[in-house]
């Protein structure tokens, strides 16, 4: 099946009982069983339940992937990979990345014994002059949030491989519709399916998809003990998502394109970050291991005071956390999503108080452009 089919009807079509074409939402959070020693494949929701089920299935054949897990967030799928690892291993990091995952492992792993070296990724020789015999997995987001940097997956692949480490891929911002990391080599990819997965800004989820059959039962075990299972409800709608997810990512790269050029040509505008440029230092390297360049945008403001007034002033394009959805968004990365980041990490990846993140929806492009352009009215250079 080709992906678009993948997405509507992989897992399942409909219902075998009763013929439904919307999978069934299994709220329940045990199953009967018919006998001693004999189950329907389903005991308690904690480890799997039928929803979720066909959701999982689903996103690992759009992965081409041989094994899905749904969580409850992305966080959640994060933490439950980190459980592969031993104390003392280490993980090569994207610098450049969700404040969330930061927080999650300096704040929490690394009193565990964990350690996490914080590198530029898309510079290659970086990840070689950080790696030490510590090093067990490199974890990358290509492009990266917010400063749209994109790194070499099976470059790095092959470098982690041949020290018997494994590659994690978060792909979040361009899904699978634009970009399967497992192709290149990645061993797991990591999905913040709240995002576009789900892209209706009404679900939580997070996926790790894979293909290795030692990780498999291990990841398992992992996500019955901790309990961040996805909730039949949020599976349930997250699959929906699923069903346009193709429409919808074509849809905002289009508005994209259009929102980014017509950043780029503001004069209060210093800098826009999107990977659709040309000139974008990862083009080439996109147009080879991807298939579009996404809804998201980075620009910086030539003057930071100027960004209070476009927050307050923005309508169509609301002020709020996330990304992803039908609804364009924008973010104040310094005191939102990397609000967390030490300021001087921050600031080394370019994340400082005059940088705006735009995740641009699927409103009509000309409404999307006269609403910035009324938000920036009256900016003249600093």
């Not at 799928?77 to 404040?99: E, H």
Request: glycine content about 8%.
């Amino acid at each position: 099946m080709k992906q678009e089919t993948i997405l509507l009807h992989g897992g399942a079509s409909f219902d075998p009982i009763t013929g439904a074409v919307s999978t069934p939402i299994y709220q329940s959070a045990t199953f009967r069983h018919p006998a001693l020693g004999e189950s329907t494949g389903y005991d308690y929701s904690r480890a799997l339940n039928p929803t979720r089920s066909v959701l999982e299935k689903r996103l690992a054949l759009a992965e081409h992937g041989g094994y899905c897990l749904a969580f409850s967030s992305g966080m959640g799928a994060i933490s439950a990979l980190v459980k592969l690892f031993q104390p003392g291993d280490n993980m090569i990091v994207s610098a450049d990345l969700y404040g969330g995952t930061y927080r999650l492992f300096s704040a929490y792993y690394a009193k565990y014994g964990f350690s996490f070296s914080w590198v530029d990724t898309s510079d290659f020789e970086q990840v070689e002059k950080n790696y030490s015999p510590r090093t067990k997995a490199l974890f990358i987001e290509t492009p990266s949030n917010p400063m749209m940097k994109v790194t070499d997956i099976r470059r790095c692949a092959d470098f982690i491989h041949g020290k018997g480490g494994y590659l994690i891929v978060d792909n979040t911002f361009l899904t699978p519709w634009y970009q399967n990391p497992l192709d290149f080599g990645a061993d797991f990819v990591i999905h913040s399916g709240t995002k576009y997965l789900a892209g209706h800004h009404d679900a939580l989820s997070g996926f790790i998809v894979h293909s290795s059959d030692e990780a498999e039962p291990r990841l398992r075990d992992a996500q019955m003990s901790e309990g961040a299972a996805l909730a039949p409800f949020d599976g349930w709608l997250t699959l929906r998502g699923l069903k346009t997810l193709a429409l919808r990512m074509d849809k905002a790269t289009a508005n994209a394109e259009v929102a980014a050029f017509w950043l780029r040509r503001h004069p209060a505008v210093e800098k826009v970050f999107w990977i659709g440029f040309a000139d974008h230092p990862g083009y080439a390297l996109s147009q080879r291991q991807s298939r579009g360049a996404g809804g998201m945008i980075s620009f910086y403001m030539k003057d930071a005071a100027h960004i209070p007034h476009i927050l307050k002033k923005v309508s169509l394009v609301m002020f709020a956390e996330s990304l992803g959805g039908t609804d364009s968004l924008i973010t104040y990365p310094v005191v939102q999503t990397h609000g967390a980041i030490p300021e001087a990490m921050r600031l080394a990846a370019g994340v400082n108080d005059r940088l705006l993140r735009l995740s641009v929806g699927i409103e009509d492009p000309d409404d999307l452009v006269a609403d910035l352009d009324q938000a920036f009215a009256g900016f003249r250079p600093a």
